[in-house]
Structure formats: structure tokens, C-alpha cells
């Protein structure tokens, strides 16, 4: 029995010191938390790095973050780094807009670190440059509406489809049967609508040409020399690179570059990823 205690010993002495002195730490805490950033050697971060990574069907993580940049004072620039294949129209367009009015107030440098295509690109038109990786792939501005026909399989397994409808198109994209010739026309104007939405942004983000949009959309992929050819990126770059011409687009003598909590990364990212996960499968009409 005494060995026991001997051997918890120093565990009970280091409960009960907390115990009678955990006001005193208390305070000492609230005190270095209200006064080391102005008092101590630490200096504010004056530079941000943005993250869109995976398939895009929230936009939320992200435009928060980037509204977070947009108000800090301290903040004189973001690095957005994207690495996506796009993803659905409107968090696309969600996160552009984010971007835009946070380039309407501090420089924003796009950097594509592999991938910067469909909607992920839709995302960073409004930067005030896109540099790219030149082993990157970039374009794909397309749209595409797909689904799958299990008719043939819920015959198999003796599932037939059972429907209530009112209006002529309610039913359009099911997978119980094959669509008509009028569903398909009426997936067609969605698709050549939101094709022409995104053909028209891009044209007046990237100062292009909407008329000769064959030769930088209709879901053309690039190289990142390719894409800088026809005016879809404005240099080729790695990371270093894009990292200074922020700094001196933003005019920072000694830049300080924001870390974000290793605790909040993991947990943007495993939300970010299961809604992408869930997402591909309930979405069918995605930038590509």
C-alpha cells in the first residue's frame, strides 16, 4: 500500500498544488494573453495564405477565411494557393465573389500548385495575378450535367420506379429510365446558360474576348505555358515565386506570414473533404 502511494505520490503533489493555486495561473494566463502581443517580440502577421483544395461543393471554409483577410488590419496581402478540379456553380461563384471584394481592398496573388481547373479557376479570376506552377494544369472552363440510367439494373433485381408528378419536367435527370429528347433539350439551355455565365465572367475578369471563347474555354485543358498564351494566367512560377511577388504587390517591408492553428487546419480540412465527399455523389451539374 505505501508503495503505491510513494509511486502516485508525485501525481497527488501536482493536483494539489493546482488546486490551491489555480487562480493565481488563471490570472497569469489572462495576463500573458492580454499583453505579450503588444509587449513581447511578436510581431503580427501582415501576410495571408489561403487554401482551396479537393473538389468544391461548400464554399463556406473558405470564404470565411477570406473575409477573415479581408477585415484584419494587419493583413496587407493573401496568398491564395489552389489545388482543385472544381467542383458545383455556386460555391464557385461564392468563393469568387469573396476573392473579389477582397481584391478590391489588398492585393490577392493566385498561385496553382497542381491544379487550377473549371471551377476552382472560376474561383480566381478576380485576383490581380494568377501565377502558376509550370508542371500545373489549368482551363477545363466547361460545364457538364451527367447521371446514371439503373433501369436496366432495377429490372434485374425486379425494382420498378413508381412516380406522382405535376409539371411536364418535375422528373428530369431520374436514373429510373432513359430521358426524353425534351428533358435532354431542357438540360441543355441550364447547361449552355451557366456555360455562357461562366464563359462571360471569365472574359471580363481575365480582359478577354467572349467571342473567341473557343480558344480559352469549351473546356479546353492547358499546360501553364499554354494557358499564359491565350490569357488565362499571368506567369509561370513556384511557390517562392508567387510568395514575393505578393510581398511586393503589397508593399510589406518585413513580411510575417499568418500560421493558422494546426487544431483549426485539421478541422477545416475534414469538414472541407466530407462535404466534397458527400457532395459528388447528390451534385450532377459541376464546372468542368
Do not use: C
Not at 495561473?25 to 495576463?31: A, K, S, T
Not at 461548400?58 to 491564395?80: M, T, W, Y
Not at 496553382?112 to 477545363?140: D, K, L, R
Amino acid at each position: 500500500m505505501n508503495t503505491v502511494k510513494a509511486f502516485f505520490s508525485p501525481f497527488f503533489a501536482v493536483m494539489k498544488f493546482i488546486q490551491e493555486h489555480f487562480k493565481a495561473m488563471l490570472f497569469l494566463l489572462l495576463l500573458f494573453l492580454i499583453f505579450s502581443p503588444e509587449g513581447g517580440e511578436l510581431k503580427p502577421a501582415n501576410l495571408a495564405e489561403i487554401k482551396l483544395e479537393g473538389i468544391i461543393m461548400d464554399a463556406s471554409l473558405v470564404v470565411e477565411q477570406l473575409e477573415e483577410a479581408r477585415e484584419d488590419k494587419h493583413i496587407k496581402g493573401v496568398l491564395f494557393v489552389i489545388n482543385s478540379p472544381g467542383g458545383a456553380v455556386p460555391p464557385s461563384i461564392e468563393i469568387m465573389e469573396a476573392v473579389k471584394r477582397l481584391g478590391q481592398q489588398k492585393p490577392v496573388i493566385a498561385y496553382a500548385a497542381g491544379t487550377i481547373a473549371s471551377g476552382s479557376y472560376y474561383a480566381s479570376i478576380y485576383a490581380n495575378e494568377i501565377y502558376a506552377n509550370p508542371g500545373s494544369m489549368v482551363g477545363s472552363i466547361g460545364v457538364i450535367m451527367q447521371g446514371a440510367n439503373f433501369a436496366e439494373l432495377a429490372k434485374k433485381v425486379g425494382i420498378s420506379a413508381q412516380v406522382v408528378k405535376a409539371g411536364k419536367f418535375k422528373e428530369v435527370g431520374t436514373g429510373a429510365r432513359e430521358w426524353t429528347p425534351y428533358e435532354k433539350e431542357e438540360l441543355e439551355k441550364v447547361v449552355n446558360d451557366t456555360y455562357s455565365l461562366f464563359v462571360g465572367d471569365v472574359a471580363k475578369a481575365r480582359r478577354l474576348d467572349p467571342l473567341k471563347h473557343t480558344e480559352f474555354a469549351d473546356a479546353h485543358i492547358f499546360t501553364a505555358s499554354q494557358a499564359k498564351e491565350v490569357g488565362l494566367i499571368d506567369k509561370l512560377g513556384v511557390a517562392y515565386d508567387a510568395k514575393n511577388a505578393l510581398v511586393e504587390l503589397s508593399g510589406v517591408k518585413e513580411p510575417v506570414w499568418q500560421e493558422e492553428d494546426k487544431m483549426d487546419s485539421f478541422m477545416r480540412r475534414l469538414s472541407g473533404e466530407s462535404v466534397s465527399f458527400l457532395g459528388a455523389y447528390f451534385s450532377n451539374l459541376t464546372l468542368k
